[in-house]
T-cell receptor
Framework: GQSLEQPSEVTAVEGAIVQINCTYQ??????LSWYQQHDGGAPTFLSY????GLEETGRFSSFLSRSDSYGYLLLQELQMKDSASYFC??????????????FGKGTTLSVSS | DVKVTQSSRYLVKRTGEKVFLECVQD?????MFWYRQDPGLGLRLIYF???????EKGDIPEGYSVSREKKERFSLILESASTNQTSMYLC?????????????FGEGSRLTVL
């Protein structure tokens, strides 16, 4: 089977940098995605890494190391509005062409002033 | 912008009732998904569809069925609702290929079974 591990909670202060790690076990691998979900809202897509390395999108960056089965989401210049749950996800290769995503249990980020 | 619309935000049903959750997407996506989300358990895949009339079971299909008669519409059916199906249900859609890692979610349907 496939599994993903990420910390359940992370706390930080405004302006800080925080890293949310994700390790995965899969029988094959296409890529690692990250999603953000605010309380009461829908998950929204942040990033997708298919190749090793760092991809930057504004204050958020995502990193992947396929050899270590590991990735992280890096949030810089934290703002109060970044308080949310963050999920990593991998494509499930046990089903039709890896169409579906399997999600981790999520990391709740709390940003304080 | 892609829009995924779920028909009901909140539903309250009784044990044994048949429940239909409807989802419509407007961006001609091939793939559609139903997840349920429970505190501490993350998002768990119930069923998905990669084409009209095609469906595959996810991790927790028991007690559920799905229907996809048109490309834009994906329905989740609880044949006989039970209290352990009280949950938030999230519909999502995606393109095929490399963009499959990017899902677009609806706002969710919170179902309470009494």
């Amino acid at each position: 089977g496939q599994s993903l591990e990420q910390p359940s909670e992370v706390t930080a202060v405004e302006g800080a940098i925080v890293q949310i790690n994700c390790t995965y076990q899969t029988s094959g691998f296409y890529g690692l995605s990250w999603y953000q979900q605010h309380d009461g809202g829908a998950p929204t897509f942040l990033s997708y890494n298919a190749l090793d390395g760092l991809e930057e999108t504004g204050r958020f960056s995502s990193f992947l190391s396929r050899s270590d089965s590991y990735g992280y989401l890096l949030l810089q210049e934290l703002q109060m509005k970044d308080s949310a749950s963050y999920f990593c996800a991998v494509r499930d290769l046990s089903n039709q062409a890896g169409t579906a995503l399997i999600f981790g249990k999520g990391t709740t980020l709390s940003v304080s002033s | 912008d892609v829009k995924v619309t779920q028909s009901s935000r909140y539903l309250v049903k009784r044990t044994g009732e048949k429940v239909f959750l409807e989802c419509v997407q407007d961006m001609d996506h091939e793939n559609m998904f139903w997840y349920r989300q429970d505190p501490g358990l993350g998002l768990r895949l119930i069923y998905f569809s990669y084409d009209v009339k095609m469906k595959e079971k996810g991790d927790i299909p028991e007690g559920y069925s799905v229907s996809r008669e048109k490309k834009e519409r994906f329905s989740l059916i609880l044949e006989s609702a039970s209290t352990n199906q009280t949950s938030m249900y999230l519909c999502a859609s995606s393109l095929s290929g490399r963009r499959t890692g990017e899902l677009f979610f609806g706002e969710g349907s919170r179902l309470t079974v009494l």
